[in-house]
């Protein structure tokens, strides 16, 4: 049956308009409906005709309404905002020309995938012994002056301090990094607990000196900082990057601070921090420092810092395993991208990279999967060659 050519055109621009977070209000409501409506009843999806018949609504409701736009996709629960792309993604499916859908993923085949990261990362002792951690056997793989050093069956490194080891009096440091596909998690001999993205280091003493406690970042990572007390005081816990100091009591953060970013980010979910900035030229600290509270972020680029509320689902997300832009260009998504599926990107038109999207993905997709919820918008195509990543119109 051949479908409705004008009907197909508005309701496919609709739903790019979703998928983009550019729909007014009775738009968003209109598709979200929809939504609700199938995941009443999981199994039956609507056969074509009722496609057509949402096509028709969709232009009968949006024609008494404004302009007025918002952002979307609102961050129901993630996984619940992940099967609304795939859904809207079937839509799309009924109203638009099935061979130009063929045409573009042909480049996406699954012979052509990339298989997403996992648990990868590379130990280095203070002796300079390095060990691959997904090749190491689980449990003990190191002892170091009465610390024992451990791998367990889910991926995460734990350091436990013996009651009759001794305080160092010059520590020692250990280092953790994770490649281009990787991610850990690693548990500090003071009880802190560390998640690393993809492509990101840690460096860290073997055990803490009693009244200090102080890590070195490269990359990305969580923090959990567990609280310590020194006659009766808290002892700070202090992340250094190459940009700034981030010093802490016991609270929960996270901080982005990339070679190839041309910013560092601190987000706070739990608790206080204290940012502070260092100079490029002299490493000491260049302005007053920014206290943080939950819920906001401090951007540093160059000796500059803002502070602003954030949305902190969005900032975890990869930790709990997702893929989450809110109007996001693509430049910033293809790093990501980059990083956790270890390929390289190649822009064909660098006007491609402002292009803004929005949507959410599990990171244990292969790539294809992801590239293809991309490309339902129209405004993007892309092609994998080797671990290689081409971006084209």
């Known amino acids: 049956m051949r479908k409705n050519s004008m009907e197909q055109k508005r309701a496919k621009e609709l739903l ?16 979200e409906s929809w939504y609700l409506r199938e995941t009443d ?12 018949e949402l096509g028709k609504s969709i232009w009968k409701n949006i024609a008494q309404e404004n302009n007025k736009t918002r952002k979307i996709i609102p961050y129901y629960k993630w996984t619940a905002a992940a099967a609304i792309v795939v859904m809207l993604g079937a839509v799309l499916y009924y109203f638009t020309d099935t061979s130009v859908l063929d045409h573009q993923s042909t480049a996406l085949t699954a012979q052509h995938d990339i298989k997403p990261g996992g ?24 002892e170091q002056a009465g610390v024992t050093i451990s791998k367990t069956a889910n991926g ?48 860290y003493p073997a055990q803490f000196e009693l009244n200090k ?48 970013e041309d910013y560092t980010r601190t987000t706070l979910l739990e608790g206080s921090v204290a ?22 972020q401090s951007t540093l680029k160059g000796e500059s810092i803002k502070v602003a509320t954030v949305d902190t689902e969005q900032v975890l997300a990869w930790k709990e395993g997702f893929f989450m832009f809110d109007d996001e260009n693509l430049q910033s998504i293809m790093h990501k991208v980059a990083r956790w599926y270890d390929v390289e990107v190649d822009f064909k038109d660098n006007n491609l990279k402002t292009k803004s999207f929005s949507g959410t993905v599990s990171r244990f997709s292969n790539v294809s999967q992801l590239l293809k919820k991309i490309e ?15 971006v084209m119109k």
């Open 16 to 31: 790019d308009k979703y998928l983009q977070g550019r729909c007014s209000p009775a738009e968003a409501d209109l598709v």
């Open 41 to 52: 009843h999981p199994g039956e999806i609507q056969p074509e005709p009722e496609y057509k």
């Open 119 to 142: 648990n990868k990362a590379f130990l280095t002792l203070s002796d300079g012994q390095r060990i691959a951690l997904d090749d190491a056997s689980n449990g003990k793989i190191a």
């Open 156 to 203: 995460q490194l734990m350091y436990q301090v013996s009651d009759s080891a001794k305080p160092p009096t010059r520590a020692g440091f250990n280092t953790i990094e994770t490649p281009k596909g990787g991610q850990y998690q690693v548990n500090l001999p003071d009880g802190t607990k560390v998640w690393l993205n993809a492509g990101s280091s840690l460096r």
């Open 213 to 260: 406690r102080t890590v070195e970042l490269k990359g990305e990572a969580y923090f959990e900082v567990a609280k310590r007390m020194v006659k009766e005081k808290r002892l700070p816990f202090i992340v250094k990057t190459n940009s700034q100091e981030v010093e802490v009591l016991g609270t929960h953060f996270n901080i982005n601070s990339y070679p190839d």
């Open 275 to 296: 940012v502070h900035p260092l100079s490029a030229t002299s490493n000491r600290v260049a302005t007053a420092n920014q206290i943080l509270k939950p819920g906001e």
């Open 376 to 390: 339902l918008t129209g405004s993007v195509h892309f092609k994998i060659e080797e671990r290689r990543i081409v």
